[in-house]
């Protein structure tokens, strides 16, 4: 006799189906990982799920850099050791992970959380350009580094955010070319990633 669905159970179809909502996870891939899951036992089934739950409850955000963290203030913010009159302006959390990573910077940074782009219907108001320029208007910033990927939405978040900071005179600079046209951060290689960094030249709109 033949199955009325494709799945047997209907909490590993749930499953499957909750796994696909991942990027870049297919059907197949999910259903892998789901009976994957199934294999490791009911303990560690509860103790990944109530990690992923987590995510959900226990996760905040940095009052001052928007950076992920576990209280109001990220770990960057709140070490005195940082120079605090250099601001990176990234597009995401992953971004501020791989710049850390080349252990070149000892700045402070700002996580837009995203970069303009029309096409998936992102506008300057849905990221956290109003919270920068309210960093500056404190002062004591002395450089502005737009840390933001060289495709075409990043230069055109980084012409609009220089726009709106321009009054200040403070300096704004910008990855140097060591990333190629259209790279992202997320996959340039340390190395990369950190002569950038520390060649960054003044940025021009």
């Known amino acids: 006799m033949a199955l009325s669905s494709p799945y047997p159970s209907k909490a590993l179809q749930d499953a499957v189906e909750a796994i696909r ?113 309210s960093r500056l208007e404190e002062g004591g910033v002395g450089e502005v580094i737009l840390a933001l990927s060289g495709d075409v939405e990043g230069e055109t978040t980084a012409f609009y955010i220089y726009r709106q900071i321009e009054r200040f005179g403070i300096p704004v600079t910008t990855l140097a070319r060591g990333l190629g046209f259209g790279d992202d951060l997320e996959y340039a290689d340390s190395l990369t990633l950190g002569r950038s960094i520390a060649a960054r030249q003044p940025f021009k709109p």
């Open 21 to 133: 909502t991942l990027p870049g996870v297919g059907e197949r891939s999910a259903l892998r990982l789901a009976l994957h899951l199934l294999g490791q036992g009911e303990e560690h089934i509860a103790s990944f799920a109530g990690a992923i739950g987590r995510l959900g409850t226990d996760i905040h955000w940095c009052s001052r850099c928007h950076m992920v963290c576990d209280g109001p203030l990220c770990s960057i913010c709140a070490d005195e050791g940082r120079d605090r009159s250099r601001i990176c302006v990234v597009g995401s959390v992953r971004d501020v992970m791989s710049i850390e990573a080349t252990a070149q910077y000892r700045g402070t940074y700002h996580v837009l959380g995203g970069i303009i782009s029309p096409v998936d219907g992102i506008g300057p108001s849905d990221l956290t350009i109003s919270d920068l320029v």
